[in-house]
């Protein structure tokens, strides 16, 4: 085990599995706004709970956090105050927005201590299996320790520009996730039409030039079966894809197909409510054309 004491902050989905591979691999200690939550984790995996976010960051040399929006970093970041000493670091995995990261890399420069935005995918069962994408947005050296400590839950770690440029390269994947989840919805609903069959269609396609993430594993592992777990929220999914047209707006680059995707998720989001999975857009969708795509 290294020597390195590691904080943890956001108990979530997500969040627990890649605490769980931090407390192996370090010293650690938790901490979650849900305080039940915190303790409870404790309990099963014998870690130290915190009794705040600034006791945690007194206590440890690196605190990750992977929570829901930049804002909710920040807000944590105001509650902890000015604890921050020289040499500390914030890893945040949190699928956050580029100007939310700087904002927290400047208030922690302040104190000498670093900032790294290190956002992931994979969903739950990455997190699980310890095989996630990292994408790290920093300075040297900070990248550097920041990579040490999510080498513990990630299987590719890519330093991908300054701060920032993580946050917003995750939204790029989120929109490119939703895009596929909403041409596929359209595409399988119009051949289930036709009469052809889901699967015999998702077998041509998967050995196609059209095959995706989407077809080779969510539809088949979730639409064609009817299935729909709940590993990542579709409102998730949509405040993303806010951030990813807000990249675009930045960059000044068109905003066509990921805007259509926002507004799709944006219906979806507002029929199935806050703790629908982002799949689940499929279902809010057959229900909208008349039709199911199964078998």
């Known amino acids: ?28 200690v938790v901490w979650n706004r849900t305080t039940d939550k915190a303790r409870a984790f404790g ?8 009794e705040s976010a600034g006791a945690l960051v007194k206590e440890c040399d690196v605190v990750i ?90 299987k590719k770690i890519e330093h991908v520009g300054p701060v920032g440029a993580g946050h917003a390269l995750k939204a790029i994947n989120q929109g490119l996730l939703a895009i596929n989840i909403v041409a596929a919805a359209e595409g399988f609903a119009a051949l289930t039409k036709l009469g052809v069959t889901p699967s015999v269609a998702l077998n041509v396609i998967n050995s196609a030039t059209g095959r995706s993430n989407v077809t080779e594993n969510l539809f088949p592992q979730r639409v064609i079966t009817g299935d729909w777990p709940r590993t990542f929220k579709l409102s998730l999914l949509d405040k993303d894809l806010g951030v990813a047209l807000k990249v675009l707006e930045d960059t000044g680059i068109p905003s066509g197909a990921i805007r259509v995707a926002k507004d ?25 054309v008349g039709v199911e795509v199964r078998g």
Do not use: N
Request: charged share 25%; with cysteine.
């Open 1 to 28: 085990m290294s020597d390195v004491r590691v904080g943890f902050i956001g108990l979530g989905a997500i969040g627990v599995p890649m605490a769980v591979h931090v407390a192996k691999a370090f010293d650690a």
């Open 43 to 50: 309990e099963e995996h014998g870690v130290e709970v915190a």
């Open 65 to 154: 956090t992977c929570l829901s929006t930049s804002d909710d970093v920040l807000d944590v970041l105001d509650g902890i105050g000015d604890v921050w000493r020289k040499g500390q670091l914030l890893v945040d995995a949190t699928s956050g927005d580029p100007t939310g990261s700087k904002t927290a890399a400047a208030r922690l420069e302040k104190f000498g201590a670093g900032f790294v935005d290190a956002p992931v995918s994979g969903g739950t069962s990455g997190a699980e299996a310890g095989t996630l994408t990292s994408m790290l947005g920093g300075e040297e050296p900070w990248v550097s320790k920041a990579r040490e400590i999510v080498s513990c839950y990630s």
């Open 264 to 288: 799709e998720y944006a219906k979806a989001r507002k029929a199935l409510g806050e703790e629908a999975d982002h799949v689940e857009y499929v279902r809010d969708f057959e229900k909208r």
